[in-house]
């Protein structure tokens, strides 16, 4: 747009200034008139068109930017409207009226035939050129300026507005030869032009501005101005301005969101964090569970068996005064409900604890209680007891001697059949009284001499064992006494082994024993290692037979 | 109007970025208050599960203490606890009774004129506890502390099924006439319905004399005597006397057989001597040999000695 048009516009818009409207409508009335009086061919309409234009001018003079070409809006808001007029019948009769009135309002040269003929389309021409090119022509022709002003409207030289002006004549003369026309040179093109250039009458000027002005706001506000500053930048500045309009807010809504992306990132990576948290910690709550729930259980425990303890030793303490109350008792009788008795130590020396000692020595338990031995005592006994009979019999063995002597006692008919086998052993002597004597001493120095006495004592002062056990019963005889240890087997029976051990005077079994049926093993038990070992096991092996009393002994 | 055709453009470009990043900020503030509800809920939990450990440390360490202050005992208390309890349900077994007596400290030195003896270890005792005309001996009377009215009724009830078996037996012993080397045999027969008839009566004086415990110690204790009574009738004995000739020494020989549920034991062939009659023919011959020679008209060498029955 011109600068000087511009200004004016914005000076109108701004401010109001009516006289920077009338300034513009008097530098273009005549093109918007002579555009409206060409196509209406009215000078009533044409000035009713140019004041309709115009007042649209002043309505939307806010739209215009700096590089609009004013000329080239109002000439086409005038070839807008004076079509709208066109419309319909009232144009072809109009058409009609004016070609008669033709004849008689202009002089057309005789020698201007064609151009004529170029008027109705040279609007048509106008609007086929490119903007620049019509402005140009409208700026040379339809409002009179020089070519240095036209140069300065479009921004160029004069030369530049020259040779613009005449390319666009050029182009516009084609358009009517590309029309048939043959004769529209350049010539007769801006000869028409200049013939369709008709200035607006003054009057018709004063009249069209009064009438415009009004319909034109006073001065615009709010936000027509800022519309009206936004118009009037150019597009640059406007793409710029959007462009800064725009992304203010995204810059600031991405700022946010970039915010918000950390902050969601954050509470992310402290939610992970917090998530491996609870699991070291319901780990670590878990196990002192466990741990709390097996120590409350131990504790149970305790308190369970602190509780039977105190029980069970107050059940002791009572079962203990009631069993020591019997030893003290004047009055005694069978405790029904005790798992104890008294017994005078006298009566223990009648039942005699000597017959509970066996071959090897192992003491039975009854004979261990009634002499209130202790398990430590009870295991000395025995083996002392184990030793006297271990060395009495190797003893036996060194002296004795085979003999075929059956005693008398033992010549019984029924017994013709038996096989037998007599050992002799002569009195042992000193040798053998040694080693009694050496174990009562023994057993007088963990005893006591009373409980030894009682055990092997009375026996050794009597030299004599009857009950006791075969051997042990021997050990205390032989250091005085020979003795015939005669064996007898019959093995005639298909099923069984008879077999009997027989000490003189004294029966070890009172009788002959069974063999295990099926099985050829027999005992004789009550018989020293030694003896066997050396007389009687090979004799039992050549008829077939084991002496199970050595698998049994300790 | 195409002047603002690329502003438009820009601000609707920069409308949809913002309402882009606005949903995208939406989204993402979304996602941090859920990530922070459910930092919530787990920092709660955290608190929870934190207040609960430091309880339980709490507790576990009062536990501790409690456990520490606790004074155990020095042995294993369960071994006396299991002691008392399965003498509370079972009575006192064998296997108990050295541990018992251990825990009680019976010990020899516990009194100056008695011992203490479990009632178990009597059964393993071999007494006779029957001595001549049925009278108790006072070992047994002090072993199963025998009242003065008990003995009296026990030494009865004995007296009364020997004095039966002895009648009965007297009726129906069975004299053999002496042949060839032998110069005297008798039979005693045996009488299981009579033995089962004494046994029974008998085993129900003696538990109502003494009660149960000591019936059986005393079926114990009088075993040798009922076996000198041939088990009451049970078994069936017989003796036999016989002449045996060795080099040119004559002998008395004698023997005593028992026959018992089909098997026979025997004291075998051995020379007249006092000790060796058999008691349960004093009965018969309270003399002994010398009566039974008398008897049966033979004579006893000259070097026999003559003995009382009491040898």
Sequence with gaps: ?554 | MKKLLLPLIILGAGAVGLGRFTRLASEARTSARRCEAEWSVLSNGVARLTAEKAALRNEIKATRQRLSHWSLPAEPSSDLVRLMQSAQSNGWSQAALPELRRRLGITWDCSPDYVLVSKASLKGISLNGVGGQGVLTPTVCDVLAITPEERASLESLVQRTAGDYLVWMKTNVTRMEPSGDVLAKYVIPANPELSQRLMFEGGVGVLGAVGAERTELCRNFAMQWVQQHALLGQSSVSLIVRRSIEGDRQRLEAKCDTTLWGGNSSTGWADLSPASFPDLFRALFPGGWRDLAQRENFALPDDFQDASPAQ
């Design chain 1, 1 to 554: 747009m011109n600068e000087h048009d511009f200004e004016l516009l914005r000076q109108f818009v701004r401010r109001g200034d009516q006289s920077a409207f009338a300034a513009i409508v008097r530098r273009h009335l005549d093109l918007v008139y002579a555009t409206a009086l060409r196509k209406l061919e009215d000078s009533g309409a044409a000035e009713e068109v140019a004041q309709d234009v115009l007042a649209a001018l002043a309505r939307k003079a806010w739209q215009f930017a700096p590089d609009d070409s004013l000329p080239a809006w109002l000439y086409r808001a005038t070839l807008l409207e004076t079509n709208r007029r066109l419309r319909g019948e009232l144009r072809r009769r109009r058409r009609e009226q004016t070609a008669a009135e033709l004849g008689t309002t202009m002089n057309t040269p005789d020698q201007q035939p064609a151009l004529h003929a170029l008027v109705p389309l040279l609007d048509d021409a106008l609007l086929a050129l490119r903007e620049r090119d019509r402005v140009a022509l409208l700026l040379r022709y339809y409002e009179s300026r020089s070519l240095r002003e036209v140069g300065a409207a479009l921004g160029v030289r004069e030369d530049a507005a020259q040779k613009r002006v005449a390319g666009a004549l050029e182009r516009l003369a084609q358009f009517f030869r590309r029309r048939g026309f043959k004769t529209a040179t350049l010539a007769a093109t801006a000869a028409a032009l200049e013939h369709t250039a008709v200035p607006a009458p003054a009057l018709a000027a004063s009249a069209i501005l009064q009438r415009a002005l009004p319909v034109a706001p006073s001065a615009l506000a709010g936000l027509k101005v800022l519309l009206s500053r936004f118009a009037g930048l150019t597009k640059i500045q406007g793409a710029a301005l959007s462009l800064a309009l725009a992304a203010a807010p995204v810059s600031w809504q991405w700022q946010k969101n970039r915010a918000a992306q950390h902050q969601a990132l954050a509470a992310q990576a402290t939610l992970d964090a917090a998530r491996a948290g609870p699991r070291a910690l319901l780990s670590d709550v878990e196990r002192l569970r466990a741990e709390s729930a097996r120590l409350t259980l131990a504790a149970q425990k305790v308190e369970e068996a602190q509780t039977e303890q105190q029980e069970a030793l107050r059940q002791l303490d009572a079962l203990r005064t009631r069993v020591f109350g019997l030893l003290s008792a004047t009055n005694y009788h069978w405790p029904d409900d005790l798992p104890f008795v008294r017994i005078p130590k006298p009566a223990i020396r009648q039942i005699g604890p000597g017959k509970g000692i066996h071959a090897h020595g192992k003491l039975d338990n009854w004979a261990a209680e009634l002499l209130a031995l202790t398990p430590e005592e009870q295991q000395q006994t025995q083996q002392s007891l184990g030793e006297l009979t271990r060395a009495m019999g190797q003893l036996a063995a060194s002296r004795a001697y085979e003999t075929n002597y059956m005693p008398q006692r033992l010549r019984y008919s029924d017994w013709s059949v038996y096989k037998f086998k007599t050992v002799a052993v002569p009195p042992l002597g000193s040798q053998a009284d040694s080693l009694v004597n050496q174990t009562f001493a023994q057993l007088g120095q963990s005893l006591g001499r009373e409980r030894a006495q009682l055990l092997i004592g009375d026996a050794l002062a009597a030299k004599n064992c009857p009950d006791w056990d075969l051997w042990v019963g021997g050990c205390i005889e032989l250091a005085s006494t020979p003795q015939l240890f005669t064996a007898l087997v019959n093995t005639s029976s298909s099923d069984r082994v008879a077999v009997g051990l027989f000490r003189t005077g004294q029966s070890g079994c009172g009788g002959l024993t069974g063999g295990a049926p099926g099985k050829n093993e027999v005992t004789l038990w009550g018989l020293p290692d030694a003896l066997s070992s050396q007389f009687f096991d090979r004799w039992l092996n050549q008829m077939g037979l084991t002496n199970a009393e050595i698998r049994m002994a300790p």
